[in-house]
């Protein structure tokens, strides 16, 4: 999944097979590894709330979604990182 980060737009047939293949759900699985929380999402965005819309229960929990889809991100409550003393 390493391609998100790369231009595949000059990549011929496998360009094509990787926009026919890779869905938003890859974006978001992707992007929700904890490992990957700091990897830019480069243009990601656009499918990953279309896919927050369309996949809850109303505008309002899509909302939701994306607020905490972006706390995550920015790993703030209840996302943030453990400290152990």
């Not at 000059?10 to 890859?26: D, M, P, T």
């Not at 369309?54 to 909302?63: F, G, L, M, W």
């Not at 991100?73 to 003393?85: G, K």
Request: charged share 20%.
């Amino acid at each position: 999944m390493i391609l998100i980060m790369i231009d595949i737009s000059n990549l011929g047939s496998f360009s094509e097979r990787f926009k026919r293949q890779v869905l938003a759900i890859h974006y978001v699985a992707f992007y929700l590894t904890p490992e990957n929380f700091r990897i830019p999402l480069n243009g990601a965005e656009d499918k990953l709330f279309d896919f927050f819309l369309r996949y809850s229960k109303s505008p309002e929990n899509a909302r939701t979604l994306r607020m905490q889809f972006m706390s995550f991100r920015n790993q703030e409550t209840p996302f943030q990182l453990m400290r152990w003393c």
